[in-house]
Nanobody
């Protein structure tokens, strides 16, 4: 069992930045690909970004490409989501997720989920 704990959410003005962190309880953290998803009120959960176990490859949703950066530090059991140039439409609860080795854009492929952290972007 892997426990994931997100932090770093908050209220920010449009154009601002936030960095989300996701700390995993289980080692070796490097066994797991990590993903970030988000869910806005009244909408389905959607893929944001994913990273392989090594950090060598990443994937991004078109809506965040060029603004968000996913990264990881396996020595710290932590994945990050750096969010720049935030827009009101980025407002959502952001979740990190883990799955064995191979990254995916599909939420059903992930085995472990955090509790979520709220990101609110004001206009």
């Amino acid at each position: 069992q892997v426990q994931l704990v997100e932090s770093g959410g908050g209220l920010v003005q449009a154009g601002g930045s936030l960095r989300l962190s996701c700390v995993a309880s289980r080692q070796p953290f490097s066994n797991y690909a990590m993903g970030w998803f988000r869910q806005a009120p009244g909408k389905e959960r959607e893929f944001v970004a994913a990273i392989t176990w090594s950090g060598g490859s990443t994937l991004y949703a078109d809506s965040v490409k060029g603004r968000f950066t996913i990264s990881r530090d396996n020595a710290k059991n932590t994945a990050y989501l750096q969010m720049n140039s935030l827009k009101p439409e980025d407002t959502a609860v952001y979740y990190c997720a883990a799955r064995s080795v191979v990254m995916s854009t599909m939420d059903n492929d992930y085995d472990y989920w955090g509790q979520g952290t709220q990101v609110t972007v004001s206009s």
